[in-house]
Each structure stands twice: as structure tokens, then as C-alpha cells.
């Protein structure tokens, strides 16, 4: 049988699929702590507040890829059984990303309570 070379059909789907991942942001660009008009309303007690509110959403009660003691099971399973189980490393991947995604924007709210605490000089009194 003759079948057509798959190289140029190949590069052609890799090429398409790539053209969007350009535009995606791989890494995170620092943020510039401009406050919203609600914020910049509130008074030093209620940021002092709102600080003190938003500060336990910062906290990640996922544990480490080596103090997960699933991640060494299922390294250990893969080895022993099936391939299959490396998947949860993709799986704990995911979740660090979901965790990530909320951390981050409460990071940079958080900054920015901060810098207009700063600016009120709230800490003078």
C-alpha cells in the first residue's frame, strides 16, 4: 500500500493548534494596585476590616506535592500496577491551578486594601 506522507498534514495541525497559545499570558505580570471607588470610600477602620476579612482566603489547606501522601501511592501504584495512576499527578495539577486562581486575585485585592491603607495613613494615629 501506498499511503501519503502524514508530515505535512502533521505540521499543519500543530501550526493551527499553536497560533492561539500566543496570545494566551504565560506568566503573570506584576499588577499595578490601582483601588475601585468602593474602596477608596471606605474609612481606616472598615479597610482595617475588610483586610482582616479577606486575609483567611489567602491560605491554601492543600497540602505539597511531597507531603500529599496520595502522590506517593499513586507514583507507587504506577510503578508496581498500571501507568494509569501517574494520572493524579495531572489530577493534583489541576487543583493546584483551581486553588491558584483563587489565591491570586485575593492576593492582589489584598495589596491593594493595603496600599490605600497606606496612602490614608492609617498606621499615624
Known amino acids: 500500500m501506498n499511503l501519503p506522507n502524514p508530515r505535512p498534514l502533521l505540521l499543519t495541525i500543530l501550526?493551527?493548534?499553536t497560533l492561539p497559545?500566543?496570545?494566551v499570558e504565560l506568566f503573570r505580570q506584576p499588577v499595578s494596585p490601582a483601588p475601585f471607588p468602593s474602596e477608596e470610600a471606605m474609612s481606616c477602620f472598615e479597610l482595617e476590616r475588610e483586610i482582616a476579612n479577606i486575609i483567611p482566603l489567602t491560605?491554601?489547606?492543600?497540602?505539597g506535592f511531597y507531603e500529599n501522601?496520595?502522590?506517593?501511592a499513586a507514583v507507587m501504584a504506577g510503578t508496581i500496577y498500571s501507568?494509569?495512576?501517574y494520572l493524579y499527578s495531572v489530577y493534583d495539577y489541576y487543583l493546584d491551578y483551581r486553588e491558584n486562581s483563587r489565591i491570586?486575585?485575593?492576593k492582589e485585592r489584598l495589596e491593594r486594601l493595603r496600599q490605600l491603607k497606606?496612602?490614608?495613613?492609617?498606621?499615624e494615629s
Open 83 to 85: 501507568p494509569a495512576y
Open 15 to 17: 501550526l493551527i493548534q
Open 118 to 123: 497606606a496612602e490614608k495613613h492609617c498606621f
Open 21 to 23: 497559545l500566543q496570545a
Open 69 to 72: 501522601p496520595y502522590q506517593g
Open 59 to 63: 491560605y491554601s489547606y492543600k497540602p
Open 104 to 106: 491570586i486575585p485575593t
